[in-house]
Each structure stands twice: as structure tokens, then as C-alpha cells.
DNA sequence: CGATGGCTTGAGAGGCTTCAATGCCGGTGG
DNA sequence: CCACCGGCATTGAAGCCTCTCAAGCCATCG
């Protein structure tokens, strides 16, 4: 029941962000239709460009097609820290529909597909059904579950710990959408842009991968990260993926 | 007009947290009057009691209303990393309405009064009110940004720079509902349990307190943080307070 | 085939932790 | 009324984790 009325393309591309709602919220045939039937407009988009900048006031969300896209914000010294990364079927700024004066920045570490979905057309969505705005509300809870998670790891766990918990995290987030397979999935991410991520310099990182891989616990090879033992690896990291709260689970309140 | 038809005890405890919607959100009086209505059960807690557990099924979110709360996650280890520090007017966390499971703990960090909010009531009022859901997530998305420039300090900048911007946030925060009088906040807070906020130990705190001082910043004297030197502190601290979104602005998308 | 970007490795410096001890203060009980 | 105790702030010294700086290697690409 997915509104064949009209089957603009366009909505073969919004079916990812579908499926990540149903992972954690219930919605009947006319609120999925209403997901889908989303107007939306792709574009593609170079790798490393910054294309949502800090301090600007968005008229529309951005949803990962392809690629993978980093959210991140700067010191006044212009080290930059990444606080969120992307995969495909992520809204990565779901939350500029109730603050649409950025804080953040968004920019592509590979070239990407990126969807631009107006703010008007989200909130009419909420606006009329209730479930798709608890269902928004919910991405942006488990969004931030998953910035707190990271400040844990910043704060209070050293760095390969935390080089280990981001391969976890990323193993677990593709393979609830499908993408991990043989045991590995794309991880196409330069060490100066996990540097980024992990609050550590590229240096660093490299050793920690190096450590990690001669554990025999992981494999990164080119644009993939292979699991070799993944008990290994969540005990190197102190990993509970519990917080990416990925357990289907409909009870609300 | 705040539904004068019953003035029920616990309207008075309601208003701060209405005053803070306010801030970032339009909401008629007929809104408002439904924040005040919902049902709230206040107890009071003393000071160092986890009251909200990991792993715990939530059936109401709680709403600080007096005192000083921590949100905190931690490692295996047991080393502790507090994620949120909450004061008055704060709903600590509103994002259990969309995920009731926790995976974070509720800390008082001194005896604190807190009021119990049925999740059921919350979602009843976001599903009548789109309106409320609208301003109910965007708290949210604040909670969240501030999580974000968390990460940034923990991640970025050095001891120093963290704790003169945890004193600049919460400078901002406690200014923000009409708290900060006499250049001065209520800073209750030991420097353990500021360590647990920064990703320190308590010993590199109180140097870095000690230095914050000695450069004339700000001065720590018991539980009140005085600011005496403004500017400085924002430069030691390289603090820009539009994460906090405190500027009152009411468009939406 | 030179330039570029990413990965790798080494050596030294420094920021923060760890361990340890002291002083201060308020609360409590004899 | 005062001695004791526990929590908190403070300070010192040593050590380690991570950064900084620097260089070399390799693949890709124009």
C-alpha cells in the first residue's frame, strides 16, 4: 500500500529513510505513503565539500542516498571534530526542522547522493500525522543516544578503545540497514578523517588500526572494514550497542 | 490566560519548564495551558542518588525542578562520564517519551527537587497539540546540540578551554531563566563530579580551576560560580553560545 | 614521471593521570 | 564541648599516553 497511485522516482529513494523509521516506530499504510510520497530533490555531491555551513538557516533536511557524510563543528583554532557520521538511509540533519539555524556543518568524506527535503513538507507530515512526528522526534533521541555514547568515548576511554567502538558502532548501524556482508562493510573513510571522529590525530589513529589489526581483530582494507573477531573487537572497545536502540520495539511511552 | 478554571498545587512547578518552551517556541494559550494541566508528581531526592537506572523502562520523564541533575553513561570500567547537567526548568530527559528504554542514568548531584511526568500525559498533549510535539522535539534537538559541542570540548580542546566553557555554558543556561544575579550562578557542584563532566580527574580540575582563578576569570566560592571577568573567560574558553539557541526566534522550518 | 594524497614509522615533548599526602571544614557522638 | 571522621580542596612528583614534527613509502593521476 505504498501510494502506486503515483510513482515518481524519487521514491525509490526515500524507501532507506522508511525503513529506519520502521525500525523503531509503527506507522500505518497512509503515514508510510506519506514518508514516501515526500517531495525530494537529489543531487550529487563531490567528495570532501562542505555543503550545509555553519551559522546558515536551512529550508530542508538532508537525506543520505549514497556516500557517507560527516557532521561536524570546529574550534576557533580550526581543529575540526566530527560528531556524527552518515550512511545511506540517515537523515543528517533531521533536527534542522526545529532549528534551522545551524550550529553544525555537514560535508561528504566520500562523493555522495544527497537528498534535499523541504522543512515545509516534514512539518505538514507531523503536523497532520502524529506518528511521523513522534517517529522524527525519535531519529533526532536516538541520534543524540548515539552523540552521548560518543562522549563517553571521547571523555573516559583511551584511543584504541575508542578506534575499536567506532568500528563497532558502524558494523552494527550498516547491518541493521543490509549493508553488512561477508562479514565486512564499506567504511570508506581516509585515518585524517577518522582522526575527526575519534578526537586523536591521524598519526595516532594509524597506530590504533595497526594495533587493532595485529590483534587479529579487525581488517580495513581500502574503502572496507572487515570483522575477523567480533567478540574481540566489542571487548576491545567495552561496546554495548544497546543505545543505537535498534531492537524493534513499538511501545512509546 | 493559564486555565484559571483549576489552580491546582503543582501549576507553579509546571512554569518554569513552560518559560523555557517559550523561549524557542509559539505556543497559544490554549498550548500553554495544557503544559501547565499535565499531571506531575513531585518528590524530593537527596544529594549522589542514581534515581533514573541504565536499562530501566521509563514511564514518565522527569522535570527538574529544584537542585542540580547529571545525566551519565559508563564505561565497563566504571569510570563515570556525565553527558547533561540539568538545573531548574530543565526536562532531563524528555527524550524517554520516544525511548522509554535508558540507556543513560539519572544522577542528583545535590538534594534536588524532581517532578515525575506520566510519558502517556506527554504524548497525549504532542498528539493534540502538533504545536506542543513540535516544541516537545525541539527541546530535544537543544539537548542534543549541546551534546554535540560536548563533544567538541572533550574531543578538541584542552583542559583549561573545557572548564572555562562549562563555565560559560552554564553561565549562559542559568542567565537564560533569570539566574544569574550579581554577576554570580548557583555552581553546586564538587570537582569530582566536575571531573566526571570534563573527561578529567579531580586532581587536573582543581589546577585548572586554580589557573582559571589566578588569571582573574572567575572565582568558585562554595556553591556559587562568580564571573569576574567576562570576556576573558569566553576567550579562555572560545565559547559561541548559539548552540544553546537561546536567541527567541519562533520560525519553524 | 613528477605531483599529490594517504599510509607508515620514529623520536622527542608535553599534557594529563596516577599515586600519595596534607589541610580544611562541617557533622556527629561521646 | 571537643575529639574524631569523612568529604572535599589542594599540592607534589613521577610516569604514560598522545601530540608534534619529520621523514619515507606507495599508489594514483594528470
Not at 499504510?29 to 550529487?44: G, K, S, W, Y
Not at 533531521?94 to 534551522?100: D, E, T, Y
Not at 585524517?192 to 590504533?208: E, F, I
Not at 572487515?226 to 576491545?236: K, N, Q, R, T, Y
Request: with cysteine; aromatic share 6%; glycine share 6%.
Amino acid at each position: 500500500m505504498k501510494s502506486e497511485h503515483q510513482a515518481p522516482l524519487h521514491q525509490h529513494v526515500m524507501q532507506p529513510f522508511l525503513t529506519r523509521l520502521l525500525l523503531r516506530s509503527s506507522l500505518n499504510a497512509e503515514e508510510q505513503a506519506t514518508v514516501l510520497d515526500l517531495p525530494i530533490r537529489v543531487e550529487r555531491i563531490p567528495a570532501s565539500v562542505d555543503f550545509v555551513r555553519l551559522g546558515e538557516r536551512l529550508g530542508h533536511a538532508c537525506l543520505v542516498i549514497d556516500g557517507l557524510v560527516g557532521r561536524f563543528e570546529q574550534t576557533r583554532k580550526g581543529d575540526r571534530q566530527t560528531t556524527a557520521l552518515h550512511i545511506p538511509g540517515d537523515m543528517a540533519d533531521l533536527h534542522s526542522v526545529v532549528l534551522p539555524k545551524t550550529s553544525w556543518a555537514l560535508q561528504t568524506l566520500t562523493s555522495s547522493t544527497i537528498g534535499k527535503i523541504a522543512h515545509t513538507a516534514l512539518v505538514q507530515a507531523a503536523d497532520r500525522y502524529p506518528a511521523l512526528a513522534q517517529a522524527f522526534w525519535r531519529d533526532c533521541a536516538v541520534d543524540a543516544s548515539i552523540l552521548a555514547v560518543s562522549s563517553v568515548n571521547l571523555g573516559r576511554r583511551d584511543a584504541r578503545a575508542r578506534t575499536a567502538h567506532l568500528l563497532c558502532e558502524m558494523k552494527c548501524r550498516e547491518e541493521a540497514v543490509g549493508r553488512f556482508t561477508e562479514d565486512s562493510y564499506g567504511f570508506p573513510i581516509t585515518q585524517v578523517q577518522m582522526a575527526d571522529v575519534l578526537g586523536l590525530t591521524a598519526v595516532h589513529v594509524n597506530r590504533m588500526v595497526r594495533s587493532l589489526r595485529a590483534a587479529s581483530l579487525i581488517r580495513l582494507s581500502g574503502s572496507r572494514a572487515s570483522v575477523i573477531d567480533w567478540p574481540g573487537l566489542v571487548e576491545a572497545a567495552d561496546f554495548d550497542p544497546a543505545y543505537l536502540h535498534l531492537e524493534r520495539r513499538f511501545e512509546a511511552g
